[in-house]
């Protein structure tokens, strides 16, 4: 096993090892001997050379596995279970849809799970958790009351929902689930005030890699690391961070004295509000613009305070040139949108979006011979070759929607 003391394991190549096998046979044989490719003995070198190159492979490979910084898949799995740290499966997005439908006394508007499926216009849809009945008029902020364009009166319920499938791409943003699946007598809209939140793809090795050599760093206690390492450790949060006042006075981002304000990207609010109250050092006060009731061993109840990342949309404007011959016309510019997608989807809080790294995605699609790439804050403010950048607690996001693709065709 060839290990080098500053490079750890270094695996031959096959040409090596072939020359290496074809040298013992000369040796054995004589200097006469035909190691041609084609022949019977070159024939045998290059089997024996096969079976060597193929348990090289598996002696880095257990190598590796014996490192977190090297190991992979389930090696690596089996690494983080000895911390305790497993690898997160990927979780459904949830979200607060706010229905409004029709108010009438003889006849009230209710919605159960079964009928209270919601979409986007991409296709994400939305099953709400609880069935709602809409019997009271609702009030506009100046006191009157909620109608539709012709007068009627509506009522107005909130209830949540969770995404019908797991990953990432369904933490859609606000203002988004405006569709009903089914038609409800009564139903009059919906929309999704905030975003959803807390869908995940499965978790990558790159990321089980840093959260376990966390929790070797700094175990979940109640210190500042150890509350961010907790609440990085459930399944459905993707990033966390938290300012620590421990000041008499306010600090720089507008926290009260002695407070502590939790910022997470994703995660079940129930969840995340119990797992920061379990940290918590003692008589510590948090802030932030959710609130969640938890109970403590004594049965009696706390309310905890925090904040979601504040998603911040980036609207893309790509130029390609494709060759006809080569570039799939049927998906092949979805599958630009999607790969664009999946690149954000690895932010967290505070990244900046560079420009450059999105050509990989795009030119990784068969058929694009040549891009050109605008993105800004909003359509009206799109430039070429910038970067965006954006506040600490703030995560870079995009949905097909906000991505435009002008395909310049060659060939045709």
Same mark, same amino acid.
């Given at each position: ?168 791409? +369904? #933490? !859609?943003?606000?203002?988004?689930? *405006? @569709?009903?699946?089914?038609? /409800?007598?009564? %139903? ?121 990342? +504040? #998603? !911040?949309?980036?609207?893309?404007? *790509? @130029?390609?040139?494709?060759? /006809?011959?080569? %570039? ?85």
């Amino acid at each position: 096993m060839p290990i080098d003391p500053q490079y750890g394991y270094v695996r031959p190549d096959f040409q090596d090892i072939l020359n290496k096998v074809k040298s013992m046979y000369i040796k054995q044989f004589g200097s006469d001997i035909d190691l041609s490719d084609t022949s019977i003995l070159g024939g045998f070198a290059n089997i024996n050379a096969q079976i060597i190159d193929d348990f090289e492979a598996t002696s880095q490979a257990n190598y590796a596995a014996r490192h977190t910084l090297t190991s992979t898949g389930t090696e690596l799995d089996d690494d983080g279970a000895d911390e305790n740290v497993f690898r997160k499966p990927a979780t459904n997005s949830y979200v607060e849809l706010q229905i409004q439908g029709y108010v009438d006394d003889d006849s009230q508007t209710v919605i159960t799970t079964d009928e209270g499926e919601f979409s986007t216009a991409d296709g994400h849809i939305f099953q709400i958790l609880s069935d709602v009945t809409i019997s009271e008029p609702a009030k506009k902020d100046d006191g009157s009351t909620l109608t539709d364009e012709d007068g009627n009166v509506l009522g107005q319920v909130n209830v949540q929902a969770i995404s019908e499938e797991t990953g990432a791409d +369904n #933490n !859609v943003m606000a203002n988004t689930i *405006i @569709t009903p699946e089914e038609s /409800v007598d009564g %139903f009059y809209s919906v929309t999704n005030p905030r975003a959803a939140v807390g869908g995940a793809d499965t978790e990558s090795d790159d990321s089980l890699r840093k959260r376990i050599l966390s929790n070797r760093i700094s175990k979940p206690n109640n210190t500042l690391n150890g509350i961010t390492t907790a609440i990085k450790n459930i399944d459905s949060v993707k990033d966390a961070r938290l300012i620590d006042n421990n000041e008499m006075t306010a600090d720089k981002y507008g926290n009260p004295p002695l407070t502590g304000h939790l910022y997470v990207v994703g995660g079940n609010d129930d969840e995340v509000a119990q797992t920061y109250f379990q940290h918590l050092p003692p008589l510590e006060k948090t802030v932030g613009s959710i609130s969640k009731d938890v109970i403590d061993v004594g049965n009696k109840k706390h309310t905890i305070y925090f904040d979601h990342a +504040n #998603n !911040v949309p980036i609207f893309l404007s *790509i @130029t390609i040139s494709t060759d /006809v011959n080569n %570039f799939d016309t049927d998906s092949g510019e979805n599958n630009i949108k999607n790969n664009i997608i999946n690149y954000f989807n690895s932010f967290n809080m505070g990244d900046s979006v560079n420009f450059t790294k999105l050509y990989g995605p795009i030119y990784s699609v068969k058929g694009v011979t040549s891009v050109d790439i605008k993105l800004g804050k909003s359509t009206s403010d799109l430039k070429e070759n910038t970067n965006i950048n954006v506040d600490n607690f703030d995560l870079p996001v995009v949905t097909a929607d906000n991505i435009q693709i002008i395909n310049n065709k060659v060939g045709e």
